[in-house]
């Protein structure tokens, strides 16, 4: 059973930085597609970042280009996600997730085979 763990997350000023981490277990981490989502109060759970299996191809959100960066280390089942230049509209719950196999999108939640429990990030004004 794959079993995926978020840390990480915190209060933050706005301008200020978190890294998330999300480490895996139970599975084979190198062949999955990962994808961080998140989602606000009362709205839906959207797509933040993706990246491949190998780490050559990522994929962001226009809302976060710029400021977020998504990468995976391999060697330790583990995918990050460097958020810098944090503003209020950031903060959600940030949940990472697999694609035990890519099935052609990053943006379809219903794609994604495991999930996180997720961790809060919350950026204060």
């Known amino acids: 059973q794959v079993q995926l763990v978020e840390s990480g997350g915190g209060l933050v000023q706005a301008g200020g930085s978190l890294r998330l981490s999300c480490a895996a277990s139970?599975?084979?981490?190198?062949?999955?597609?990962m994808g961080w989502f998140r989602q606000a109060p009362g709205k839906e759970r959207d797509l933040v970042a993706a990246?491949?299996?190998?780490?050559?191809?990522?994929y962001y959100a226009d809302s976060v280009k710029g400021r977020f960066t998504i990468s995976r280390d391999n060697a330790k089942n583990t995918v990050y996600l460097e958020m810098n230049s944090l503003k209020p509209e950031d903060t959600a719950v940030y949940y990472c997730a697999a694609q035990a196999r890519y099935r052609g999108s990053y943006n379809i939640d219903g794609l994604y085979d495991h999930w996180g429990q997720g961790t809060q990030v919350t950026v204060s004004s």
């Open positions: 139970g599975g084979t981490f190198n062949r999955y597609a």
């Open positions: 990246i491949n299996w190998s780490g050559t191809s990522t």
